[in-house]
C-alpha cells in the first residue's frame, strides 16, 4: 500500500520561506513523478509543481514560477517542495501526490492523474 505523508507546514511572515516535505512508503518511488497541489478555503485544489521520476523535468504553475522549487532524493524516498518569497495568496493545504503510470520525462499538471495523495500540510502566511 502507498502512503504519503507532509510535513513542514506552519506560519510564516510574507516574504519568509517553509520547505515542505512529502516521504512516501511502499511503491516503487523511483518510478512515480510527484506533484504538489495546493488548497485553499472556498477553491479548487490547484496544480503547484511536479517532477519526473527522474528528476530532470520540473514544472511549475506560473504563480509559483522562481519562488518555489521541487526536488526529490530517492534514496530517502523524499520529494520536497521549497517555498521561498511567500505571500498571502500562497496559503493553503498543500498536498503531495504520487503518480505511478508517469513515462520516463513526464510531469503532469492535471489533478487526475495522480494516484495516490498525501493528507496535506497547512501553509499559513501572515501580512
Known amino acids: 500500500q502507498v502512503q504519503l505523508e507532509e510535513s513542514g507546514g506552519g506560519l510564516v511572515q510574507t516574504g519568509g520561506s517553509l520547505r515542505l516535505s512529502c516521504t512516501v512508503s511502499?511503491?516503487?518511488?523511483?518510478?512515480?513523478?510527484m506533484g504538489w497541489f495546493r488548497q485553499a478555503p472556498g477553491k479548487e485544489r490547484e496544480f503547484v509543481g511536479a517532477?519526473?521520476?527522474?528528476?530532470?523535468?520540473?514544472v511549475y504553475a506560473d504563480s509559483v514560477q522562481s519562488r518555489f522549487t521541487i526536488s526529490k532524493i530517492d534514496a530517502k524516498r523524499t520529494v520536497y517542495l521549497q517555498l521561498n518569497r511567500l505571500n498571502p495568496e500562497d496559503t493553503a493545504a498543500y498536498y503531495c501526490?504520487?503518480?505511478?503510470?508517469?513515462?520516463?520525462?513526464?510531469?503532469?499538471?492535471?489533478?487526475?492523474?495522480?494516484?495516490?495523495w498525501g493528507q496535506g500540510t497547512q501553509v499559513t502566511v501572515s501580512s
Open positions: 501526490a504520487a503518480d505511478d503510470n508517469a513515462v520516463a520525462g513526464a510531469a503532469d499538471r492535471r489533478r487526475e492523474e495522480y494516484e495516490f
Open positions: 511502499g511503491g516503487t518511488f523511483g518510478l512515480y513523478a
Open positions: 517532477i519526473s521520476r527522474g528528476g530532470t523535468v520540473r
